[in-house]
């Protein structure tokens, strides 16, 4: 494990704690979606990212659990890498599903910059995680083409995305070590350079997003967190905090 | 919203097996839904997934008259049971 640098460390956090906050996001969602299908798939869909985040986890710290809740669980708010998009709770459905599907096609450039990393084993779990991913984009995509062709749907999906918008360009924030991390060649590029992409995918599914009237959220190196983000990482701590030392 | 029905293969010798059935909306979405709600632990490695609408399904009637023929059953003892209680039934009335 000791190959990974401190640089290193610091964009995989950025990208663990993204991908474990949206995977509990939407396994939150389990029970309460709009039917039982989206709710079982929002679910298996957040199992994935939990799975991503877990496997750059033990890149991290090994395979040992208590070391992995450690890190995963048990930092300082400060410490934490995630971006706001996937620290807010959004209570409407629309949000989430405009949620999942901006932060899905980010994801996968995320994974791009790791596929030539100089460390090989974050290039080996983005393939796996690439082969997964293309799935949680169908999955976005097929609810859209759906929605986007009824006047009632539509207007809520498009009155979402302008909601959430502004979160989602958190996403493109870099750790505050990102610069280092390029220059070791762990990441191919910085997540800043990914927006211009994304913004084209947005744009290609929505059509044309007037990106000047967005607003510019206040970016801090990912060292600040959103108001949600405490009763968020409470919940994920509720059964972890009866007892650390018990095996699941 | 249509219904579907999910059957699942699991790799080798085994046959198709339905699995249960979801709503969606069209055949995309049925397609996703099914694997994420009947294949994420890889239940099985070929999937189909049938509107339920595309089932031949005829009326209980259609089949309800082949249950009761014992002669179609190769083991015989169906049959020897059958002649065994019209034997039963004509010792027992002997006069008719």
Known sequence: MNEISIAARDVILAFVDDEHLMG?????????????????????????ELGHAAMLLEALVGTDDADIDALAFYREASQWRS??????????????????????????????????????LLA?????????????????????????????????????????????LTMFDGAPSEADALVEGVISGSLISLLGDWQQRVDHRFGPVDWE????????????????????????????????TVTW | MAIFEV??????????????????????LAL?????????????????????????????????PNADKPHRHHSGEAVAARRKALREMTKAQPDE
């Open chain 1, 24 to 48: 509990q996001q939407h396994t939150e969602w389990i029970g309460v979606a709009p039917f039982l299908e989206e709710d079982l798939a929002f679910a298996s869909i957040g199992q994935d």
């Open chain 1, 83 to 120: 971006c706001a998009l996937v620290e807010v709770t959004l209570p409407e459905w629309s949000d989430t599903l405009l949620r999942h599907w901006l932060y899905d096609a980010a994801e996968e450039l995320r994974w791009q910059l790791f596929q030539g990393s100089s460390v090989q």
């Open chain 1, 124 to 168: 080996d779990i983005s393939v796996r995680a690439l082969s997964e991913e293309r799935f949680h984009r169908q999955h976005g995509d097929a609810l859209l083409d759906v929605l986007l062709r009824v006047d009632d749907a539509h207007d809520r999906i498009m009155a979402s995305l302008h909601k959430v918008l502004p979160l989602a």
């Open chain 1, 213 to 244: 009237q967005i607003v510019r959220p206040v970016l801090s190196q990912r060292k600040e967190r959103h108001d949600d983000f405490a009763p968020l990482l409470a919940r994920m701590l509720e059964v972890l905090d009866l007892d650390r």
């Open chain 2, 7 to 28: 059957f699942l293969k699991k790799d080798g010798r085994d046959e198709f097996r339905h699995v249960g059935a979801l709503d969606a909306a069209n055949d995309e």
């Open chain 2, 32 to 64: 996703v839904s099914a694997r994420e709600c009947y294949v994420r632990r890889a239940e099985g490695d070929l999937l189909w997934v049938v509107r339920r609408d595309n089932i031949l399904s005829p009326e209980r009637e259609f089949t309800a």
